[in-house]
């Protein structure tokens, strides 16, 4: 089972209106108030814990590791896992976190890159799973890069692949 919340579009309308293009989407997003992503996350978590389906565990994911972060710092019971596509650490780290965290970055991408040796640090420090995979050549943002016909190669290889999201 999986939910995907669109948190842009309550809070950026016009840029929902208009399409999602990078530009567009990086400046919407940049706006976001912190605490709202946070309550509405929450929320997501909370809504998904009480669905006849669901066993009770939550697993986050996203695209853009800040968020998949603030989730797993306030929902430190409510996750068992979490999947963090190229984000940077939160301080403090995933090490609150009670479930293994897998990271996914592009090489390409020495900004968030550097991030990864601090991490590695504090969730061994913490007992905590930490693994995470670069993949050599691809851009930040590879997963919709990837799906692009004009694709890199790198871009393409690099997994996870959710077609064009």
């Keep these: 089972m999986a939910i995907a919340p669109d948190l842009l579009s309550v809070w950026a ?6 399409g999602y293009s990078g530009e567009r989407v990086g400046a919407a ?5 912190p605490d709202q992503i946070t309550a509405d996350l929450n929320a997501v978590a909370d809504y998904v814990k009480k669905l006849p389906a669901c ?22 019971q409510g996750s068992v896992g979490a999947f963090v596509c190229y984000g940077t ?19 390409a991408d020495a900004r968030v890159n550097a991030s990864i040796p601090a991490t590695q640090e504090q969730m061994k420090a913490a007992g905590k799973f930490y693994e995470p995979v670069t ?8 997963m919709r890069a990837g799906a692009q016909p004009d694709a890199k ?11 064009s999201s």
């Design 13 to 18: 309308p016009a840029v929902a209106h208009q």
């Design 29 to 33: 997003i940049g706006k976001l108030p």
């Design 55 to 76: 066993n009770g565990k939550v697993c986050v994911w996203a695209s853009r590791g800040r968020w998949t972060n603030v989730s797993l710092r306030d929902q430190p």
């Design 89 to 107: 650490a939160p301080r403090p780290s995933h090490s609150q976190h009670p479930g293994p965290v897998y990271g996914f970055y592009a090489g």
């Design 135 to 142: 993949y050599e050549g691809a851009d930040h943002g590879f």
């Design 153 to 163: 190669e790198p871009n393409k290889k690099a997994p996870p692949r959710l077609g």
